[in-house]
């Protein structure tokens, strides 16, 4: 009989580290598959309406909802992208826009002709083909 308990404590112990293993493999492994595939930060839009100019964050996933809602990629490559409503004026006119790591202007890129895409208007500066940053 005690044979028996022993056994089972030793079956129940074995089956207990088992369980603690998988947990943290699974916990290791798993670490940032939630977030894998999924956008993340945030994009700025902007509002193209002139009388608005209406400015803003939204997540990039919400972007990426909305695009897939919107015919997907292809569709955006197809013919530009779609407009967003804008909550302020509520005109479709909201786009993709960037930001301006020098100065804080959100603009749409390809705004400064015969620059790079992401020169900003208000102050020139553009990542692309700014000379790479001293470490
Ligand atoms: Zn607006
Ligand atoms: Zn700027």
Request: charged share 20%; aromatic share 8%.
């Amino acid at each position: 009989m005690e044979e028996n308990a022993k056994k089972i404590l030793l079956i129940v112990v074995a089956v207990a580290c088992i369980a603690a293993a998988g947990i943290i493999t699974y916990k290791t492994m798993g670490g940032g598959t939630t977030a894998a595939g999924q956008p993340t930060g945030k994009v700025w839009v902007k509002c193209n309406n002139p009388k608005c100019g209406h400015e803003y964050e939204i997540s990039a996933k919400e972007y990426t909802d909305f695009m897939m809602s919107n015919g997907g990629p292809r569709q955006f490559m197809m013919s530009g992208a779609v407009p967003m409503k804008c909550p302020k004026c509520n005109e479709d006119s909201v786009f993709k826009a960037m930001k301006c790591e020098k100065c804080g202007k959100v603009f749409f890129p390809g705004t400064v002709e015969g620059k790079a895409e992401d020169t900003c208007p208000g102050c020139g500066y553009s990542p692309s083909t700014a000379p790479a940053k001293k470490t």
